[in-house]
């Protein structure tokens, strides 16, 4: 029998032309993929007609397939001799959980490798015009979960975060959105400081919404934004205005 293993694919932001090289020929190579919710299923077509496609999604408060669940099918495949393919949206391990697969795989004796992606927060941030870093306005960065998968986990440190890095880049969110508005302000957040709302980052679907700190939440209940989304908080926001001001003063030139 041939030795099974396993690949842990980041499949990108969205836009299927977004993923890398090596993880497009991990997908055409499989004998079996489980993939996510966030992952384009039009990657899916690249597969062999004859691999197997088990789907592993999970939406915010609901888990069609417990981790633990997936984690047993990925080493049961695996054990089988066939080279199983975890892909997943984004960067398998920006809260991706690819850590804990490939402490699973480690554990059962099986080969594995992470194939990294361009994680959402990069490619969404890019798609609408957003640099994370900026010149002269942001030379710092960090991605925070909005949320835990278990309550009782230690808190996000919303103090040290109000102030110790100039962009915030936050995952997971919307649901909390009031919530974590309120910790940045009662931290000494500006409450002016520019803020966005990123839906369906990268995709046809893609929707930016911003304001600031001040009244963010109040435009993602009107806009009615929904996940996926990111919510980026820090100057660099303003740059977005600039582009497009520049664009829409460029067409009136040509036209």
């Known amino acids: 029998m041939k030795q099974g293993r396993i690949s842990i694919v980041g499949a ?56 633990e669940q997936t984690e047993k099918l990925m080493i049961r495949y695996a054990a089988a001799g066939n080279h199983v393919v975890r892909l997943k949206g984004g960067d398998p391990l920006v809260f991706g959980r690819g850590g804990e697969e490939a402490l699973t795989a480690a554990a059962a004796g099986i080969p594995y490798e992470i194939v990294p992606g361009l994680t959402s927060a990069i490619g969404a941030a890019a798609s609408s015009g957003i640099p994370l870093t900026h ?39 919307v649901s909390r959105l009031s919530e974590i508005r309120e910790q940045l302000l009662h931290h000494g957040k500006d409450p002016m400081t520019p803020a966005a709302l990123i839906e369906n980052g990268t995709t046809s679907r893609e929707r930016t919404v911003t304001g600031t ?16 989304a990111l919510i980026i908080i820090g100057e660099s926001v303003k740059v977005r205005e600039q582009l497009l001001s520049l664009e829409r003063a460029a067409r009136s030139q040509i036209g």
């Open 12 to 67: 990108g932001p969205g836009d299927p032309e977004l993923i890398t090289v090596k993880a497009m020929r991990c997908i055409q190579n499989a004998d079996v993929i489980l993939y996510d919710r966030l992952v384009n299923e039009e990657l899916l077509g690249y597969g062999r007609d004859e691999a197997l496609r088990i789907y592993c999604g999970k939406a915010p408060g609901q888990h069609s397939m417990p981790q």
């Open 135 to 173: 010149r002269g306005i942001a030379a710092s960065f960090a991605f925070v979960t909005g949320s835990r998968c278990n309550e009782d986990g230690a808190p996000v440190r919303w103090d040290a975060l109000a102030h110790s890095v100039d962009t915030l880049v936050i995952y997971m969110g």
């Open 213 to 228: 700190l001040g009244n963010i939440d109040k435009l993602a209940a009107a806009m009615k934004i929904v996940n996926p």
